[in-house]
């Protein structure tokens, strides 16, 4: 199997585990940030190696990472109406950009395997990984580092 770059905002704890997954792997990633670093608890840390926007929001910094770094993203999907998610829809299908989510709620069987063909399918170079916090969606960050590894 081969090894994606992997990018994500950083915004949330299924981000964060997408880069730790990459750097555990040592799989190139990268991505946009708030101006600042400036995420929902404390500045991000200089490991994660993110560019930084103009803007100290996040609908800036979502829009590069899907529509101008990656081919495609992964939404780790806990509540289509927490507004990351419906923030990163929408903005997936106005850039007409593959989007495949993953529903933390369902069972794992066969969403793994699925995502894996989903992914290879595509023709995939550099994927966007996008996810809830773990004060909203407890494990939101164990099932998205599983999910990647």
Known sequence: PRTLPI???????G???????AISLTIEHG???PRERVVQDDPLPDRYLLKETQSPGYSQRA????GEVADAT???NCDPHALVEELTQRLANKLIKPLILFGIEQPWSGQIESTQAWLHTK???VLNVSGSIEELHTGIY????KDLD
């Open 15 to 21: 981000d964060r585990a997408a880069r730790d997954c």
């Open 74 to 76: 992964l939404l780790v």
């Open 7 to 13: 990018i994500s905002g950083g915004q949330t704890d």
């Open 123 to 125: 023709l995939i170079r």
């Open 142 to 145: 164990a099932v998205t580092l």
């Open 31 to 33: 991505g946009w940030c």
């Open 63 to 66: 829009r590069l990472d899907i």
